[in-house]
């Protein structure tokens, strides 16, 4: 039922910005976190930013003091703002929600991934 709608992907020269959104369709009754992950070419995925329900954030040191998680609770809506991108910022990026349903399911739902890349 639930649906993760992702956009603000594209190319961008190194030192641009971006901004990634992810929004999701369909009822979710408690949510837990909202966060961002990447996969590049040879390597894992691994986790961008979080948002955790009451408002921490949880970033990958790659990234630190370069991205920013935010979120919109009443359109369930994450975004990741991206500046002064560099070309190892070139990946796929993933939303991830974890909420819990209006039956008291836990779930994890993840989005089909937005490509960024960043030429130098």
């Known amino acids: 039922q639930v649906q993760l709608v992702e956009s603000g992907g594209g190319l961008v020269q190194a030192g641009g910005s971006l901004r990634l959104s992810c929004a999701a369709t369909?009822?979710?009754?408690?949510?837990?976190?909202m966060g961002w992950y990447r996969q590049a070419p040879g390597k894992e995925r691994e986790l961008v930013a979080e948002?955790?329900?009451?408002?921490?954030?949880n970033y990958a040191n790659s990234v630190k003091g370069r991205f920013t998680i935010s979120r919109d609770n009443a359109k369930n809506t994450v975004y990741l703002q991206m500046n002064s991108l560099k070309p190892e910022d070139t990946a796929i990026y993933c939303c991830?929600?974890?909420?819990?349903?209006?039956?008291?399911?836990?779930?994890?739902?993840w989005g089909q991934g937005t490509l960024v890349t960043v030429s130098s």
């Open positions: 369909g009822t979710i009754f408690s949510m837990h976190a």
């Open positions: 991830n929600f974890r909420y819990q349903d209006s039956y008291s399911n836990d779930i994890e739902h």
């Open positions: 948002i955790i329900s009451g408002g921490r954030t």
